[in-house]
């Protein structure tokens, strides 16, 4: 039963997961955006000055939080366009999703999830990851689902960990793996998702033999989250393989 993301839970009712009320941000903590004088900002619905390499995610969501929409998509669109900002592509996504600024497009959400999992932002690999578990605007793939929950996992997303965590458990689009569902309960349990991921991990261990416990708890504590960039690496690697049928 998985943990149903923000994109699923929206475009349609409860299948496997109990449904949460909206997606958990992960890696994105929005701070407000501060005041800024005349003087400071001749123009208002330009981003802050001060933000280093935009156009980026946070120039986009400085506009954005001041109430600048329309130019806070233009804003995320260059920042993919110019410098391929994974993070501004899965602004995107979410706004095509939620057509609150703009028509909702879900060739679009598409689009902008894969660009932004590509890219390694692990929110759009989850949330891709649950288009393809789904098969919401996209075939359903469980396997290719599997690659795009672990690339998050890896990052240490909790929700993700929870998700793969019962892949690995039920042998669902990967090899059954019950050490590793066991690490991924028991991290996402401590990264802050133990509504789900308590039961589960609890019910696990009443299956598996002391030995595998103890592997399993050796995994979390040797358990190292990768970087935005070496996720990248991983998947373009994974994708090519899966492309030769390897």
């Known amino acids: 039963m998985r943990y149903e993301t923000q994109a699923a839970e929206r475009w349609s009712g409860p299948v496997r997961a109990v449904l949460l009320a909206t997606l958990i941000a992960g890696a994105?903590?929005?701070?407000?955006?501060?005041a800024f004088s005349a003087t400071e900002m001749a123009d208002p619905t330009k981003p802050d000055p001060s933000i280093e390499g935009a156009p980026n995610e946070a120039s986009g969501e400085d506009l954005y939080q001041r109430g600048f929409y329309?130019?806070?998509?233009?804003?995320?669109?260059?920042?993919?366009?110019?410098n391929k900002d994974p993070g501004a592509a899965f602004r995107l996504a979410e706004e095509y999703f939620d057509a609150k600024v703009v028509e909702r497009d879900i060739p679009a959400v598409v689009e902008f999830l894969t660009f932004g999992a590509e890219g390694g932002d692990m929110r759009a690999q989850l949330d891709l990851a649950s288009l393809y578990d789904r098969g919401i605007g996209v075939p359903q793939d469980?396997?290719?689902?599997?690659?795009w929950y672990?690339?998050?996992?890896?990052?240490?997303?909790?929700?993700?960990?929870?998700?793969?965590?019962t892949m690995y458990e039920d042998g669902a689009g990967v090899e059954q793996?019950?050490?590793?569902?066991?690490?991924?309960?028991?991290?996402a349990i401590e990264g802050g998702f133990p509504r789900l991921a308590t039961p589960a991990?609890?019910?696990l261990s009443e299956t598996m033999k002391p030995a595998d416990i103890k592997r399993a708890s050796m995994?979390?504590?040797?358990?190292?989250?990768?970087?935005?960039?070496?996720?990248?690496?991983?998947?373009?690697?994974?994708l090519e393989a899966r492309d030769k049928g390897e």
């Open 28 to 34: 994105a903590i929005y701070a407000a955006a501060p």
């Open 70 to 82: 329309p130019e806070a998509i233009a804003e995320w669109k260059r920042a993919v366009e110019v």
């Open 142 to 147: 469980v396997e290719l689902a599997a690659i």
């Open 150 to 165: 672990d690339a998050s996992a890896k990052q240490g997303h909790p929700s993700a960990q929870y998700n793969v965590g």
């Open 177 to 187: 793996d019950l050490p590793r569902a066991y690490m991924y309960y028991q991290l």
């Open 201 to 203: 991990l609890e019910r």
């Open 219 to 238: 995994m979390v504590r040797n358990f190292k989250a990768q970087t935005r960039e070496e996720s990248a690496e991983e998947v373009k690697t994974l």
